[in-house]
């Protein structure tokens, strides 16, 4: 704090009383409100620009909670400090400020100094930090580090700020600014957690293992609305009072096919990446973590960017790498991030409604869930029954809890608890026994029903009293005919108000909401609304920074509610979301290509429905989410099928096929797309793809029959590079066909072909396929001299285009070639070669190869124990 010497200076020998009793109030206050948190002043210096006061949250004495703590009492602190904005005093007034500087990690604590005098403190890099975090802070703020950010994540509402260079530190600090605590968000009114007692013991005690680092995954599996998710919030409670740190991601009923969806909430949640600022500035954000965290990480931002939505330009590294190889890196980067995070704080990773789980996003949860056995992190499934079992869940560390429907006595308990009564009204204990049949959900909606209606009414004793009729009333046989009578209960402005969030989804934006209202409506109304609604139980507030956030209550609710719009006002709210979404994430639309093919494709607005659906197909190949990309050029297809953007919407789906060894739908596809073009350059480029289908199940007479058609098709039309391309393959099938001459007749007229073109990217490209086909051909034919000058220059074309994946299969292929001729310290060379690109690139796969083929060599050497050595380094 600071301001005193300018009173000092002012007031004079004279005002040393004035003086002494305002800096005895204030510090009175401050230890009042840190005490209150259960903080201890350690000490009281001056600065540079005034005095200092340094506080200890956990030391000596520890809570839980500290984290929060602090910050809670920094708020109160700075509010405090009202009562300090202006001291009078007889030369005029004078106001005193503070700013506050918050870190939490690991310190050296306990008594030091001499014999004579010694006092208890703390030392350390971490105490450093949170003076350095002072001295940026300006007068009023709250400045907390990362580390601290982690532990109030659900709490605080806070203010990005861009990474600072403090001294000690040799990369910048991510840092943020407290503005306020939300005691809001997740504001649930739970439904008690009745009949569980043996499933959440059981529960914690899996808990219990992960976070002493026996890597845990726990399957809450059951029907809606029996429990799951309250099960679960019990469990993170527990969990959160250990100390762990909770991370979340939710599957939707329509982001099915949206590559990571659920992985990308829980990730930017992870890396602190909140806020709907430019994508340029949140992916600065993101390599300024990395930088932090985990410095060897930088360079692979790029693919982390592309799975969160985010612009970080490729560079070497990751320009040349494949869809497969991307992915490939980036599970390894997911994984190593979360081994970060928990070395610092054991991790609870979240994953709600699995059933909904796009395909890409179930392999990485299989990748993660294998590979955290010694890891302080548990993965918590929940879903409903449904979903089929994976292979991966028979593992030793993995557990499942199947919910049922809990006993008629529990039942019955959960009722009585509810209603916070003894006993219930006997018409009342048959309604909740025969028709809510175990269920929790469907035992709280229909008693919500009662008290709302008037059925159940307390009298004056506080019990529980039945209208006459109840036993002739008609209820609802399912949960949802109880949600519909519940929905018509509600006043008009609340339903319509839920039925429209419906349309956006289970969660929803108010900015969202409001734009695309039908009717005009003020947001202090909208709010009032909302607010109602929360009320009543069907919609709960989950977050108010950086923008206010609310979901359903439950999804049977937003499923429901959805059903009861008339189709036409669903159409329409469906194309307002679509425009809204384009207008508003005009600079970031990539980020959003699976939602406005998903609103645009429900509204019926065909045309744009199908640009974002291929968009979105494309989008999901690069990350290599095949599946995702499956479903969305399928469904294109289906809206349009012979609209003149079929022909590559085919194409691309035939690829993705392809890849994935699904070669007669892939040939079906490439077919479909020859019958909607005339364009010689376009179905000669199909009919190369079908000759690759066709090669790759080893049916090569079949292969060189379409690859001639091609050939014959492009005779006669202007220059085209899908000529060299077609050559390149007719000498590989030849070449697989062991007809040598007339393989490299093929690629020399490939290479010939290239003469005239400018040297570019796409031709050098072409020209380093064509001789690594003639190397492999060379090769074959035992004319190792000659394939060794071929595979060289290919490398060297390679290099040119810092094609990483392809020169390490180059140096692998010679490597091959000297092996073939028993030269084998040349044999090594060019495999460790081979392997330092692997290694740079995260090619897994490749380094195993690398180090069996090493292995090989030293076993054929005489050199057995590195023989072991590489054989186990191909084994880890």
Known sequence: FYGVDEMIESLGEGGSALITETLDRHFTTMQGILARYGGV????????????????????????????????????????????????????????????????????????????????????????????????ARSGQVIISRATRHWVADLAVCREMDPVRVKGKRAPVSVCQVIA?????????????????RELAQAQTIADRARRGQGQVLSIVG???????????????????????????????????????????????????????????TASRLLAHLDEVAPRLVDWAPILGQMLG?????????????????????????????????????????????????????????????????DPILLLLIYRPDLPPEAWMQEEHCTTIALQELPPQEGKELARTLLRTQTLPPPLETIVEEKCKGNPFFIEEIIRVFVDSGILTPDEDGQWRVEPDLAQLELPETISGLIISRLDRLPAPERNTLQVASVIGVRFGFDLLHGVYPHRVSQRELRARLEALEEEGMTLLERVSPVLEYLFRHVLVREVTYETLLFAIRRELHRKIGAYIEEHYAENLAQVYDLLAHHYDQGQQWDKAVHYLLLAGDEARRKYANESAIAYYRRALEIAPHDPRAVGAYRSLGDVYRHVGRYEEALHCYRQALDLTDA????????????????????????????????????KEPASLEVSRIHGAMGWVLMRRGE????????????????????DERVQRARAELYHTLGSIAS?????????????????????????????????????IYWQQGQYDQTSAYLRRSLEIRQRIGESYGIAASYNNLGAVSYKQGNYRQAMDYYRRSLA
């Open 41 to 136: 002043v350690n000490k009281l210096d001056t600065y540079a620009i005034g005095h200092r006061i340094m506080a200890l949250f956990g030391a000596p004495e520890a809570h839980e909670d500290d984290p929060e703590r602090a910050v809670r009492a920094a708020l109160e602190m700075q509010a405090a400090m009202e009562a300090f904005r202006a001291i009078e005093t007889p030369q005029g007034t004078f106001p005193l400020r503070q700013r506050i500087g918050i870190n939490t990690g690991y310190v050296v604590a306990g008594n030091v100094g001499s014999p004579v005098r010694r006092e208890y403190t703390v030392m350390g890099d971490e105490v450093n930090l949170a003076a350095r975090l002072m001295a940026i």
């Open 181 to 197: 605590v939300q005691e809001r968000v997740h504001r649930r009114v739970r439904t008690p957690l009745i009949g569980r007692t």
């Open 223 to 281: 029907e809606a609305g029996v429990g799951k998710t309250r099960l679960a919030e019990a469990l993170r409670d527990y969990c959160q009072k250990q100390g762990m740190r909770v991370l979340q991601g939710t599957s939707l009923s329509y982001a099915t096919h949206s590559p990571y969806h659920p992985w990308v909430e829980l990730l930017r949640a992870c890396l602190d990446l909140y806020g709907d600022e430019p994508r340029s500035v």
């Open 310 to 374: 985010l612009e970080v330009p490729d560079n070497v590294l990751t320009r040349s790498l494949d869809p497969q190889l991307r992915q490939r890196r980036l599970f390894a980067m997911v994984l190593e991030i979360l081994r970060i995070e928990a070395s610092h704080r054991p991790l609870v990773l979240i994953l709600e409604d699995m059933q909904w789980m796009d395909g890409a996003s179930r392999e990485l949860l299989a990748y993660v869930a294998r590979n955290i056995p010694a």
């Open 680 to 715: 010689p350059e376009r179905r000669a480029s199909l009919l190369r793809r079908i000759a690759r289908a066709y090669e790759r199940q080893g049916q090569y007479d079949q292969a060189l029959e379409h690859l001639r058609q091609a050939v014959a098709l492009l005779s």
């Open 740 to 759: 040598y001459d007339q393989a490299l007749e093929h690629c020399r007229q490939g290479l010939a072909y290239l003469q005239d073109w400018p040297e």
């Open 780 to 816: 074959s034919r035992g004319n190792y001299d000659e394939a060794v000058e071929f595979h060289k220059e290919s490398i060297r074309l390679r290099e040119a285009l810092q094609d990483l994946p392809g020169l390490a299969n180059s140096y692998n292929n010679l490597a091959f």
